[in-house]
């Protein structure tokens, strides 16, 4: 799936087959791999990395060569307009190729004539003085090429990557950084913009739970301990993240306490932000808020959390208080259901007599239990002490 709505790829790959043909065929599959194929396996893991997800990007690569003689097959030519982003090998190769000329009007003709941002360049080699297509015409290309001592050019990575080549490694980093941030770009524009949230009730036999905001290690347990009360049908707020003044702050976080049941939060070894309006930081803000709500509480950190390395006292104060939980966050997430369920039901009193019931009055009830008591006492001691 593309990182880019709307669009099968994000990034389609075009090049000439002649630039993918290893120089060296031996045996192991790394070395048998030609220059494209590698370049573009690199430039795949770089970019998510980037992105912060190995599979985020899709990248469509021709690998099994489904090119005809003349023209695009379907098949290319259906993934070309469905690509956000092309990419172009460009070398001699390419230049000389009908078919790779034929993949750039393409793409062109899919962008309305214009493809802008969306086409990028990567230059394998010099093109010995041969005019570039038109449509890469004043476009900044990425050079993966040298000149030498000699004034010969000479590309990078041949016949393989060696890790003393750092230009070859920083130019696709490059790649990679302007590729993520033109998909970034892209996810925005083609993403709807979200109707402002509504503040949650609690649905019938549901309660919502107030998941505090956490500093920046802890984030992921968070988003873990928000998806495992959403799988029970556990509304959880606040649903956005706050602004960072302190009057924001504290009127979002008012609003979203109010229609809790229970302020849950996480705490780790660093305070976090704590700017002048806010010196004690906003994981004391929050539960001061809590607090002045008289919500229930229930705090977690972490067993290896090792309080002599917290150097800050305001900081240690809050791990230390008696609210917090030193378990695993497994033990801590079945403590907040157990903490959102609904009190048991008091159990029906019955009196064989037909005397009382649940409906009698509670003094009349407490009355008939201590005369039954007392009765029971006599029956077995033979006499009845009031202590």
């Not at 690509?83 to 390419?94: N, R």
């Not at 062109?108 to 041969?130: A, M, Q």
């Not at 609904?342 to 019931?357: A, E, N, V």
């Amino acid at each position: 799936m593309a990182f880019i709505p709307g669009y099968e790829h994000d990034v389609f790959v075009s090049y000439a087959h002649v630039d993918d043909q290893p120089l060296i065929a031996s045996v192991g599959r790394e070395h048998s791999s030609g220059w494209v194929s590698t370049l573009f396996r690199q430039l795949k893991n770089e970019l998510g990395q980037k992105i912060g997800r190995d599979d985020a990007a899709s990248i469509w690569f021709d690998s099994h060569n489904l090119r005809g003689n003349h023209k695009l097959t379907d098949e290319i030519a259906a993934r070309i307009e469905r690509a956000a982003i092309f990419v172009a090998v460009l070398s001699p190769g390419y230049v000389a190729s009908q078919w790779c000329q034929d993949e750039v009007r393409l793409f062109t003709r899919s962008c309305g004539g214009d493809p802008g941002r969306r086409l990028f360049v990567i230059e394998k080699t010099s093109l010995d003085g041969e005019p570039a297509p038109a449509a890469f015409a004043d476009r900044r290309a990425y050079r993966f090429w040298y000149p030498d001592r000699a004034e010969q050019p000479r590309t990078f990575a041949v016949p393989q990557p060696h890790p003393d080549e750092i230009d070859y490694f920083r130019q696709i980093e490059d790649v990679a950084r302007d590729l993520r941030d033109l998909c970034r770009a892209m996810r925005v524009e083609h993403t709807p913009a979200p109707a402002a949230p509504a503040i949650v009730q609690p649905a019938p036999g549901a309660s919502a739970a107030f998941l505090a905001e956490v500093t920046d290690d802890l984030e992921f347990r968070r988003e873990e301990v928000r998806r495992y009360l959403e799988q029970q049908s556990v509304p959880v707020l606040p649903q956005t993240t706050y602004p960072l003044g302190r009057a924001e702050f504290e009127r979002a976080l008012g609003a979203d306490l109010s229609n809790s049941r229970l302020f849950v939060q996480l705490l780790g070894p660093a305070a976090g932000k704590r700017p002048p309006d806010i010196p004690g930081g906003y994981g004391w803000l929050q539960l001061e808020g809590a607090h002045r709500r008289r919500l229930p509480i229930l705090q977690w950190r972490s067993p290896d959390l090792i309080l002599d390395t917290v150097e800050w006292p305001r900081h240690r104060e809050l791990l230390e208080l008696e609210t917090v939980q030193v378990t695993t966050l497994e033990s801590f997430k079945q403590a907040i259901i157990a903490a959102l369920a609904p009190p048991p039901t008091p159990p029906q009193l019955h009196d064989t007599s037909g005397r009382w019931s649940s409906s009698t009055p509670k003094r009349g009830i407490e009355r008939s239990l201590t005369r039954s008591a007392a009765r029971s006492a006599i029956a077995s001691n033979g006499a009845y002490r009031c202590s």
